[in-house]
Nanobody, 127 residues
Framework: VQLQASGGGLVQPGGSLRLSCAGSGFTLDYYAIGWVRQAPGKEREGVSCISSSAGTYYADSVKGRFTISRDNAKNTVYLEMNSLKPEDTAVYYC??????????????????????WGQGTLVTVSS
């Protein structure tokens, strides 16, 4: 069971990146998949989540700029990031929840029950 996150890099403010999360050894279809980021010196933050039925959820900080999607045929989940800001700089991880639905409460995406994690991909937004 493995998740492989990729697509990070250095981008200027206002630019775009697309992150990919590919699953191997198991099928992502049945699980909610989340993108989580961790900036230097900060706690991990749930950025976005997509349920098995393709319901989508976003942190307020990225709403309107990021789009999460899944391609079950490719066993892959994507995070399209537009209008990037320096405060988006972080290591981005993808992870599976143990449920098929995203855990969202009080406007936050809850990540405590995420059990399989990718290795992370670094996104740096800087001029």
């Amino acid at each position: 069971v493995q998740l492989q996150a990729s697509g990070g890099g250095l981008v200027q403010p206002g630019g775009s990146l697309r992150l990919s999360c590919a699953g191997s050894g198991f099928t992502l279809d049945y699980y909610a998949i989340g993108w989580v980021r961790q900036a230097p010196g900060k706690e991990r933050e749930g950025v976005s989540c997509i349920s098995s039925s393709a319901g989508t959820y976003y942190a307020d900080s990225v709403k309107g700029r990021f789009t999460i999607s899944r391609d079950n045929a490719k066993n892959t989940v994507y995070l399209e990031m537009n209008s990037l800001k320096p405060e988006d700089t972080a290591v981005y991880y993808c992870a599976t929840d143990t449920l098929s639905n995203c855990r969202v409460a009080g406007g936050s995406i809850h990540i405590a029950m995420y059990d399989h994690w990718g290795q992370g991909t670094l996104v740096t937004v800087s001029s």
